[in-house]
């Protein structure tokens, strides 16, 4: 068993990790930036060390300093969370050359499913639905027009080894996927270090749904159910839910099937999110796997009773997972609001500096995860998000109306935020009726 662990990353995560490891026993080493010389995850943790300057190429992304720091405080394992090193081949490699037990799947795993293509390439092997699209990576736009008229319009260009909607565009002709298609290699390039771009047919107005996976070194793979991400806003989640009530248990128990059929044909170890969209017809298709545990794994959470960090730190530890997916329970609904220092009323304009106080809400069913206290002054270099709120009900109706509460009694001072305009989409009909889509809040809540 690991008996002390680097955590490899910053806020929200890095407690929700830290959290996990005192409840198993498990000591932990906290990195943090100069900027981050105050955020609550330091003074959580066993040990803390300054990793570096801000710039996260120099410290949360440094992986020379990060391993050579795991094994000055005498770590067994390094968890990553979510975001910059986390799906990083190079980082898994290294830590096991080095002896350590990197928290997630091996580096061979990562390869395959951080580029879109290969994995695209390797879904359709195993026959996983995807949507039509080119068969590898495009490097000429020549190429692209051409494939665009096979498959026909409208073409989402995305980038191979994307993600958070860099290196992303939607075309509807030729002469957009001409002007579009550099701009695209170009921000690919200066986002993830890789022009490669492939093409998809673009699924308009469609629900993006993901299901929870997770496998063992002993070939068991199982689901924890699905997570329905469709209030987006340029293609970052807002709210999540689960289970998604789009689904009916026909779809549901395909789009299921699907996913673990994806992670089996990999053999993957450890936590994993099957991503697909989901069209008007309820079609569905493969769009990528995230090879690392998600924003919005708390919801899962919540529905089944089971901590994921924890069942990480186990199946890395060469446990079996314990639970056959018969004994796998999903019990109510629930809700997660992303809470981010931000103007939603200034075109969502970042608002960093100082909190001057904060109450969060409690009850039946309420959880907030988050790295922020009174006093403590938000840097602003990083992601906005500065908590999530997550509500539970017996179903989705008592969920929204748990929800609904648990933002009025959210109150942050000292800096904007999105809590007014999350419950605005809480409370708009598109969301109560579940009649909501991937661009609801930019072409029909933000123009009303």
């Given at each position: 068993m690991?008996?002390?662990?680097?955590?490899?990353?910053?806020?929200?995560?890095?407690?929700?990790?830290i959290?996990?490891?005192?409840?198993?026993?498990?000591?932990?080493?906290?990195?943090?930036?100069?900027?981050?010389?105050?955020?609550?995850?330091?003074y959580?943790?066993?040990e803390?060390?300054?990793?570096?300057?801000?710039?996260?190429?120099?410290?949360y992304?440094?992986?020379?300093?990060?391993?050579?720091?795991?094994?000055?405080?005498?770590?067994?394992?390094?968890?990553?969370?979510?975001?910059?090193?986390?799906?990083?081949?190079?980082?898994?490699?290294?830590?096991?050359?080095?002896n350590l037990?990197?928290?997630?799947?091996?580096?061979?795993q990562i390869?395959k499913?951080?580029?879109?293509?290969?994995?695209?390439?390797?879904?359709i092997?195993?026959?996983?639905?995807?949507?039509?699209?080119?068969?590898?990576?495009?490097?000429?736009?020549?190429?692209?027009?051409?494939?665009a008229?096979?498959?026909?319009?409208?073409?989402?260009?995305?980038?191979?080894s994307g993600g958070?909607?860099?290196?992303?565009?939607?075309?509807?002709?030729?002469?957009?996927?001409?002007?579009n298609?550099?701009?695209?290699k170009?921000e690919?390039?200066?986002s993830f270090?890789?022009?490669?771009?492939?093409?998809?047919?673009?699924?308009?107005n469609?629900?993006?749904?993901?299901?929870?996976v997770f496998?063992?070194?002993?070939?068991?793979?199982?689901?924890?159910?699905?997570?329905?991400?469709?209030?987006?806003?340029?293609?970052?989640?807002?709210?999540?839910?689960?289970?998604?009530?789009?689904?009916?248990?026909?779809?549901?128990?395909?789009?299921?099937?699907?996913?673990?059929k994806?992670?089996?044909s990999?053999n993957?170890?450890?936590?994993?999110?099957?991503?697909?969209?989901?069209?008007?017809?309820k079609?569905?298709y493969?769009?990528?796997?995230?090879?690392?545990?998600?924003?919005?794994h708390?919801?899962t959470?919540?529905?089944?009773?089971?901590?994921?960090?924890?069942?990480?730190?186990?199946?890395a530890?060469?446990?079996?997972?314990?639970?056959?997916q018969?004994?796998?329970?999903?019990?109510?609904h629930?809700?997660?609001?992303?809470?981010?220092?931000?103007?939603?009323f200034?075109?969502?304009?970042?608002?960093?500096?100082?909190?001057?106080?904060?109450?969060?809400?409690?009850?039946?069913?309420?959880?907030?995860?988050?790295?922020?206290?009174?006093?403590?002054?938000?840097?602003p270099?990083?992601?906005?998000?500065?908590?999530?709120?997550i509500?539970?009900?017996?179903?989705?109706?008592?969920?929204?109306?748990r929800?609904k509460?648990?933002?009025?009694?959210?109150?942050?001072?000292?800096?904007?935020?999105?809590?007014?305009?999350?419950?605005?989409?809480?409370?708009s009909?598109?969301?109560?009726?579940?009649?909501?889509?991937?661009?609801?809040?930019e072409?029909?809540?933000l123009?009303?």
């Amino acid at each position: 068993m690991i008996k002390k662990l680097l955590v490899a990353n910053r806020g929200e995560i890095a407690v929700r990790i830290i959290r996990t490891c005192k409840e198993m026993g498990i000591k932990t080493v906290a990195i943090y930036s100069q900027a981050d010389k105050d955020s609550l995850h330091r003074y959580m943790a066993d040990e803390s060390i300054c990793i570096g300057p801000n710039n996260i190429s120099k410290s949360y992304n440094n992986i020379d300093n990060i391993i050579y720091l795991a094994i000055k405080t005498k770590c067994d394992a390094i968890h990553p969370g979510f975001g910059f090193l986390s799906e990083n081949s190079s980082f898994a490699r290294k830590c096991e050359e080095n002896n350590l037990i990197f928290i997630g799947p091996k580096f061979e795993q990562i390869d395959k499913m951080g580029d879109k293509s290969t994995a695209r390439e390797t879904m359709i092997k195993a026959g996983v639905p995807v949507v039509l699209g080119s068969k590898g990576v495009i490097t000429d736009v020549n190429d692209a027009i051409d494939i665009a008229k096979e498959i026909g319009y409208p073409i989402l260009i995305k980038a191979s080894s994307g993600g958070g909607g860099k290196g992303m565009r939607i075309v509807y002709n030729e002469d957009e996927l001409k002007a579009n298609f550099d701009m695209a290699k170009g921000e690919a390039l200066s986002s993830f270090g890789n022009d490669e771009m492939y093409l998809e047919k673009y699924i308009e107005n469609p629900r993006h749904i993901e299901v929870q996976v997770f496998g063992d070194k002993y070939g068991n793979v199982v689901h924890f159910g699905d997570r329905d991400c469709s209030m987006q806003r340029r293609n970052q989640k807002v709210i999540e839910e689960s289970l998604s009530h789009y689904l009916d248990e026909g779809i549901r128990k395909k789009l299921y099937e699907a996913a673990v059929k994806a992670a089996k044909s990999i053999n993957y170890i450890g936590a994993g999110t099957v991503e697909f969209i989901v069209d008007k017809d309820k079609n569905f298709y493969f769009i990528e796997m995230n090879t690392r545990i998600q924003v919005e794994h708390p919801i899962t959470e919540m529905i089944t009773g089971i901590d994921l960090i924890k069942l990480q730190i186990l199946i890395a530890s060469n446990e079996k997972i314990p639970y056959s997916q018969e004994n796998i329970k999903f019990n109510g609904h629930a809700i997660e609001c992303r809470i981010n220092a931000e103007d939603p009323f200034d075109n969502f304009r970042p608002s960093p500096g100082r909190i001057d106080s904060i109450h969060v809400p409690g009850g039946l069913g309420v959880r907030f995860d988050s790295f922020v206290y009174g006093g403590y002054t938000i840097p602003p270099i990083y992601d906005s998000m500065i908590g999530k709120l997550i509500c539970w009900g017996k179903n989705r109706n008592e969920c929204i109306s748990r929800m609904k509460r648990a933002l009025d009694e959210l109150i942050v001072e000292g800096v904007k935020t999105n809590i007014e305009f999350q419950k605005m989409l809480i409370e708009s009909d598109a969301f109560v009726k579940d009649e909501h889509h991937t661009k609801f809040i930019e072409n029909e809540f933000l123009k009303n």
